[in-house]
């Protein structure tokens, strides 16, 4: 795979390359590796970290999805629920916007519950709602990975050794199927976990080191085609407290 376009996966759905949009970042000084105060040192600014922060969340965001609406329920009606166990493990690779890559690895592990039952509503065949959870570990390692900010200053990153998220994920789908062959479907996902790890960063003559220790949640709503979502990512990141949200 090449490039920053979707990547599309068949155990959980879609895991995108994505830019972030209307997000927030406060930032507070609290000490520790390359976060200050002083621009023209090595270590940056709290402007500067909320920069590299928004860039690496442009580069690489995991953006797990519920399974199918069908998965599970594709049999029609059962007598009792069935259970579904999916796997899987896989690698990427995507360019960076001015250069370099970054290599992705995905482990993940996903439990299904269905429950179909007849629905003896005159315009409904069957109904079936579904119950799952699963894992996720995702190991990203940057290899001379640059991006632009918004003024136009090259950054590269390079994984020292690298960014890991461990998210634990779940939620419910409801499904109609109508006796015209339409399905109508809802669900809900949540998921919450961990972004840690450090990378290396350079921009012009000045280069560091961060860590990362970040507490993430997320929430998606999707009914027909209308869909909600909110985040937040909470913690630490190259020496700085961060808030995100949106």
């Known amino acids: 795979m090449a490039g920053r376009g979707a990547v599309e996966r068949s155990t959980w759905g879609r895991w995108r390359w994505v830019a972030c949009a209307g997000v927030v970042a406060v930032l507070a000084a609290c000490g520790g590796d390359s976060g200050g105060t002083d621009p023209e040192a090595n270590d940056l600014s709290q402007a500067e970290a909320a920069v590299v922060m928004s860039m690496l969340l442009s580069i690489y965001t995991p953006s797990p999805s519920a399974p199918s609406p069908t998965a599970g329920a594709r049999g029609g009606p059962a007598a009792v629920p069935q259970v579904t166990i999916l796997a899987d493990t896989s690698q990427a ?5 001015a250069g370099g890559s970054v290599e992705v690895a ?16 005159p315009d409904t065949l069957y109904s079936a709602q579904s119950t799952w959870g699963g894992h ?94 909110s985040f937040s990512y909470v913690g630490q990141m190259c020496g700085l407290a961060v808030s995100v949200t949106s």
């Not at 690779?93 to 916007?97: M, V």
């Not at 995905?106 to 509503?121: C, E, L, P, W, Y």
């Open 93 to 97: 690779s995507a360019a960076c916007p």
């Open 106 to 121: 995905n482990a993940d592990s996903m439990r299904i519950v269905t429950d179909t039952r007849v629905n003896h509503h």
């Open 136 to 229: 996720l570990e995702v190991e990203t390692r940057y290899q001379s990975c640059a991006t632009r900010d918004s003024q136009g200053r090259v950054w590269t990153f390079d994984a020292s050794p690298g960014l890991s998220f461990d998210i634990d994920l779940g939620g419910d789908i409801d499904l109609r199927a109508l006796t015209g062959g339409t399905t109508l479907s809802s669900s809900h996902t949540t998921w919450d976990g961990d972004w840690s790890g450090s990378f290396s960063w350079s921009s012009g003559s000045r280069s560091g080191q961060c860590s990362v220790s970040i507490q993430m949640q997320s929430a998606t709503t999707v009914q027909g085609s209308q869909s909600s979502s």
